[in-house]
């Protein structure tokens, strides 16, 4: 018996992605502690000093105690294992935990590297933020998907985050 092509029985609300903007957000990241050359990946990993972050529901800072756990493939990704803590401008915590990829043409990433300032159209960066809080006015974080557009400066990365409707 055939089966109809699985597009044909997708329901309308399922053919597009629908977001809306969460927030903005800065780290500023210490030279990171290079492990080196592993048997699957050359780790480095950087420390969170801190940041900052804008959105029209919440905005607040990002504390220190943070990392960025980097794993740089042998195809010149930078695949990327973040956890921080964000304090809200009134007070609430709230862990957020992000996983991505940066990776383009080799030119690119390596001005990067050297702290140049490069297009954000020349790469690809994106992550994808989770969120976990204890707080009653921000726990509907504890619910949503989210996806971000990064760019790495100098001092660190700056990213837009969506929320997924």
């Given at each position: 018996?055939?089966?109809p092509p699985?597009?044909?029985?997708?329901?309308?609300?399922?053919?597009?992605?629908?977001?809306?903007?969460?927030?903005?957000?800065?780290?500023?990241?210490?030279?990171?502690f290079?492990?080196?050359r592993?048997?699957?990946?050359d780790?480095r990993?950087?420390?969170?000093l801190?940041?900052?972050?804008?959105?029209?529901?919440?905005?607040?800072r990002?504390?220190?105690?943070?990392?960025?756990?980097?794993a740089?493939?042998?195809?010149?990704?930078?695949?990327?294992?973040?956890r921080?803590?964000?304090?809200?401008?009134?007070?609430?915590?709230?862990?957020?935990?992000?996983?991505?990829?940066?990776?383009?043409?080799?030119?690119?990433?390596?001005?990067?590297?050297?702290?140049?300032?490069?297009?954000?159209?020349?790469?690809?960066?994106?992550?994808?933020?989770f969120?976990?809080?204890?707080?009653?006015?921000?726990?509907?974080?504890?619910n949503?998907v989210?996806?971000?557009l990064g760019?790495?400066?100098?001092?660190?990365?700056?990213?837009?985050v969506?929320?997924?409707?």
């Amino acid at each position: 018996m055939d089966k109809p092509p699985l597009a044909t029985i997708l329901p309308r609300e399922m053919t597009e992605v629908r977001f809306r903007p969460l927030f903005t957000f800065v780290i500023d990241v210490a030279k990171p502690f290079i492990i080196g050359r592993t048997p699957g990946v050359d780790r480095r990993v950087g420390e969170v000093l801190g940041g900052r972050f804008e959105g029209e529901r919440l905005n607040g800072r990002i504390l220190t105690s943070g990392s960025d756990w980097q794993a740089v493939r042998a195809d010149g990704t930078w695949a990327l294992d973040v956890r921080l803590v964000m304090e809200t401008d009134d007070g609430h915590l709230i862990g957020m935990t992000y996983r991505g990829l940066r990776h383009g043409p080799k030119e690119v990433i390596d001005a990067i590297g050297r702290g140049e300032d490069v297009n954000p159209a020349s790469y690809y960066f994106r992550i994808a933020p989770f969120f976990e809080t204890a707080s009653d006015k921000y726990g509907w974080l504890n619910n949503v998907v989210s996806v971000g557009l990064g760019h790495r400066l100098p001092s660190g990365p700056i990213y837009q985050v969506f929320e997924v409707l």
